[in-house]
């Protein structure tokens, strides 16, 4: 069946530095990638996300890169802040089947 | 926009009682919602997909007669898990996006977090 996996399951960076989460999912027809941050007993959070016509996405201190031909895509986070920790967590949806398979999530954590 | 809101927060229930979870979006109408399960320190486990005015989809593995589905408006679907167990406890959300055209991000609920004793 569909699956997605992600890289780092874990992840500390000194405040300041950048933040790289990786994903690979498995079925070629998705077309939609977001990502979402889910801090302690909160709900998931949209952050950012990218469609499969797009290469590239950036919002400020994030960014999303898509690579289709390697069904690779990344979230990038520059000059993080202590206020970034929590567990992101990288989606692939499938218009055909109208699923959302989420990756295992990476906790980050950025120390002071 | 697009605030999905989810009842109880949490819940504690004796093992053999059904518990009922409630999704509502609150200024959007969603034809789709989406039911996950969530371990400590886990992904996001789709159980389900819940379609107004028709049957839910289960995901292979998820037992359909003990997570009973309902999504009898555009605004509201249920969970039931009925004849709880210990091993049933776990967070629950849901999830539903805009009826639009096109890739949608999902917004979710704030989950149930259900203990079953």
């Known amino acids: 069946g569909e699956n997605v996996e992600q890289h780092p399951s874990t992840l500390s960076v000194q405040e300041g530095d950048s933040a790289v989460i990786k994903c690979t999912y498995s079925d070629s027809a998705s077309n939609y990638f977001p990502w979402y941050k889910q801090e302690l007993g909160k709900r998931p959070q949209l952050i950012i996300d990218?469609?499969?016509?797009?290469g590239e996405k950036k919002d400020q201190r994030i960014a999303v890169t898509l690579n289709k031909t390697a069904k690779h895509f990344s979230l990038h986070i520059t000059e993080t802040q202590p206020e970034d920790s929590a567990v992101y967590f990288c989606?692939?949806?499938?218009?055909?089947?109208?699923?959302?398979?989420f990756g295992t999530g990476t906790r980050l954590k950025v120390l002071a | 926009g697009a605030v999905v809101s989810q009842h109880p927060s949490r819940v504690i229930c004796k093992s053999g009682t059904s518990v009922k979870i409630e999704c509502r979006s609150l200024?959007?109408?969603?034809?789709?919602m989406f039911w996950y399960r969530q371990f400590p320190k886990q992904s996001l486990m789709l159980m389900a997909t819940?379609?107004?005015?028709?049957?839910?989809?289960?995901e292979q593995g998820v037992e359909k007669d003990k997570f009973l589905i309902n999504h009898a408006s555009l605004t509201l679907s249920t969970l039931t898990v009925t004849s709880a167990h210990p091993e049933d406890s776990s967070f629950y959300i849901c999830?539903?996006?805009?009826?639009?055209?096109?890739?949608?991000?999902?917004?979710f609920g704030n989950g149930t977090r259900l203990t079953v004793t």
């Open positions: 819940s379609n107004e005015g028709s049957k839910a989809t289960y």
């Open positions: 989606a692939a949806y499938t218009s055909g089947t109208y699923k959302y398979i």
């Open positions: 999830s539903a996006r805009l009826d639009r055209g096109g890739n949608s991000p999902l917004h």
């Open positions: 200024d959007f109408q969603a034809t789709t």
């Open positions: 990218i469609r499969s016509n797009v």
